[in-house]
């Protein structure tokens, strides 16, 4: 089985602090997600990585970077943390290039990150 | 651009049959996915279906495809309280390389005694 690994399943952060949240797949994944989630929003990609150190922009990169050094750990970086960053974090993990369209993205558990 | 819509909520009885229905803009789509969401948990792949189908049967559930007017539906029969999570419908845009997923809104199903 599949297993995507997120460092934490609660946290709470102060405003202005470097936030990390970290990531790791055993699977031997090419690509790595990073999404927030919010009520009424669904699901909204923040950056995402097809191979080690490389990394592409999602739909709001606004206020986050990522570091892929190795294949199997991805990790989300809050630079400045602000209260509006408080939310669900969701980290996914698939094949590359449509490789296994029948297991196309895998999910860690989520991390509730609040930003006091 | 890409845009996929689902309801927010629907609120079934235990036994009833559910059906979650989800909208999207691609055309060029080529598959389409089923995920659930448990309370507290990351999402779990449910089902998908190509784009050149229109039904796919798996157990308890059916999934129908109606490309023309670019509608995907989820049908839970004999729902049970089990099932009470919320449903999220998902996208290949077909302008990107299929790694991508657009995700809809998510529909949070209820289900009661």
């Known amino acids: 089985d599949v297993k995507v690994t997120q460092s934490s399943r609660y946290l709470v952060k102060r405003t202005g602090e470097k936030v990390f949240l970290e990531c790791v797949q055993d699977m031997d994944h090419e690509n790595m997600f990073w999404y927030r989630q919010d009520p009424g929003l669904g699901l909204r990609l923040i950056y995402f990585?097809?191979?080690?150190?490389?990394?592409e922009k999602g739909d709001i990169p606004e206020g986050y970077s990522v570091s892929r050094e190795k294949k199997e750990r991805f990790s989300l970086i809050l630079e400045s943390a602000s209260t509006n960053q408080t939310s669900m974090y969701l980290c996914?993990?698939?094949f590359g290039q449509g490789e296994r369209i029948d297991q196309p993205q895998h999910f860690g558990d989520g991390t509730r990150l609040s930003i006091l | 651009g890409e845009d996929v819509e689902q309801s927010l909520f629907l609120s079934v009885r235990e036994g009833d049959s559910s059906v979650i229905n989800c909208t999207y803009t691609?055309?060029?789509?080529?598959?389409l996915y089923w995920y659930k969401q448990e309370p507290g948990a990351g999402l779990q792949l449910l089902t998908y279906?190509?784009?050149?189908?229109d039904m796919k049967q798996d157990q308890r559930l059916t999934v129908l495809l109606n490309k023309k007017d670019k509608h995907l539906s989820l049908r839970i029969a004999d729902t049970q309280t089990g099932d009470s999570a919320i449903y999220f419908c998902?996208?290949?845009?077909?302008?990107?390389?299929?790694?991508?997923?657009?995700f809809g809104t998510g529909t949070r199903l209820q289900v009661f005694p």
């Open positions: 691609d055309s060029s789509s080529t598959y």
């Open positions: 990585s097809y191979d080690v150190k490389m990394k």
């Open positions: 996914a993990s698939s």
């Open positions: 279906i190509f784009s050149n189908m």
């Open positions: 998902a996208e290949t845009p077909g302008s990107y390389n299929t790694d991508k997923l657009i």
